[in-house]
């Protein structure tokens, strides 16, 4: 009896340790607020996007990779000239 607690104690042990494993790079989390974006078509049609844990928005370049949006033409709240636009919810979306 002592055994097959030993046991299944440390399978549980294991389990545990394996769900902190490290699968690759990028960003990983739960989404935060609204998905709603106000972007006002300075870079062209929006395609994907994201917010990312930093407070930026992510959206999706041309060559398909997702950039941060350092000149803040994505926004979660109105302003002149924008559109309003459903995003996804955050996840890993930048993998290298």
């Known amino acids: 009896m002592r055994k097959t607690l030993l046991a299944a104690g ?8 394996s769900a902190c494993a490290d699968t690759g790079y990028g960003y990983y989390g739960a989404s935060v607020g609204t998905n709603d974006v106000y972007y006002d078509g300075f870079y062209g049609p929006y395609t ?3 917010w990312g844990p930093d407070a930026y928005f992510y959206y999706r370049g041309g060559d398909g990779r997702f950039i ?6 994505f926004r979660r709240d ?4 924008a559109r309003m636009y459903h995003s ?9």
């Open 88 to 96: 996804r919810p955050f996840r890993d979306h930048d993998r290298r």
């Open 10 to 17: 440390a399978i549980g042990v294991l389990l545990a340790l």
């Open 48 to 50: 994907d996007g994201y």
């Open 78 to 81: 109105r302003f002149g000239g």
């Open 68 to 73: 941060r949006d350092d000149s803040r033409h």
